[in-house]
């Protein structure tokens, strides 16, 4: 069993950064690939971002290219989604994901998930 806990969203304007923090809780959580989702009020939830165990296979939604990172600490068990520029489209409820597969990961079928955190961004 994995627990993921999100953390750092908030209320920021348009143009501003903030980087989310996602830290995992297992013996074996290290070598899970992890991702980040987020689901807008009306709208589907969407895949944002993911990584894979060691960190050198990221993949990303093509509207957060050149202004999203993901990465993943040394200890491999915290995640970060490092946002820059962020528009007002980006305000929605971000959820962490943890599979053994990347490609379960990117393809939004995880074994585990997050509560969310919310991040605003105001115009």
């Known amino acids: 069993q994995v627990q993921l806990v999100e953390s750092g969203g908030g209320l920021v304007q348009a143009g501003d950064s903030l980087r989310l923090s996602c830290a995992a809780s297992?013996?074996?959580?290290?070598?899970?690939?992890m991702g980040w989702f987020r689901r807008s009020p009306g709208k589907e939830r969407e895949f944002v971002a993911a990584?894979?165990?060691?960190?050198?296979?990221?993949r990303y939604l093509e509207s957060v290219k050149g202004r999203f990172s993901i990465s993943r600490a040394d200890t491999k068990n915290t995640v970060y989604l490092h946002m820059n520029s962020l528009k007002p489209e980006d305000t929605a409820v971000y959820f962490c994901?943890?599979?053994?597969?990347?490609?379960?990961?990117?393809?939004?079928?995880?074994?585990?998930w997050g509560q969310g955190t919310q991040v605003t961004v105001s115009s």
């Open positions: 994901a943890a599979d053994l597969a990347l490609v379960r990961v990117v393809a939004g079928t995880s074994a585990y």
């Open positions: 297992a013996r074996s959580s290290n070598i899970y690939a």
């Open positions: 990584i894979n165990w060691s960190g050198d296979d990221t």
